[in-house]
């Protein structure tokens, strides 16, 4: 059984930066692939980024390409997104993922096994 726990959310003008984090349990947390997607009222969960198990390989949505940054440091059991020059359409309650499938990044929604409860970010213009 994995649990992960998302932090870091919160309210942000536009063009200011956040970073989340999302630790999580278990001895095969640095075996797998993690994700980071986010969902907005009214729409449908997005991916936004992910990261391979030993943190060589990202991959991202182009919608936040060149602003966020995934990153993990596997002897804390914790993935961190870095997320500069925020947007209001960035405003979304954000998750994390894990596969316990593979090592390799996927954006698709359906490779991941467990999720955290997600935090809120909130982006004011």
């Known amino acids: 059984q994995v649990q992960l726990a998302e932090s870091g959310g919160g309210l942000v003008q536009a063009g200011g930066s956040l970073r989340l984090s999302c630790a999580g349990s278990?001895?095969?947390?640095?075996?797998?692939?993690m994700g980071w997607f986010r969902q907005a009222p009214g729409k449908e969960r997005e991916f936004v980024a992910a990261?391979?198990?030993?943190?060589?390989?990202?991959y991202y949505a182009d919608s936040v390409k060149g602003r966020f940054t995934s990153s993990r440091d596997n002897a804390k059991n914790t993935v961190y997104l870095q997320m500069n020059s925020l947007k209001p359409e960035d405003t979304a309650v954000y998750y994390c993922a894990t596969t316990t499938q593979y090592c390799g990044v996927d954006s698709y929604y359906t490779a991941y096994d467990y999720w955290g409860q997600g935090t809120q970010v909130t982006v004011s213009s």
């Open positions: 278990g001895r095969t947390f640095p075996s797998y692939a």
């Open positions: 990261i391979n198990c030993r943190g060589s390989s990202t």
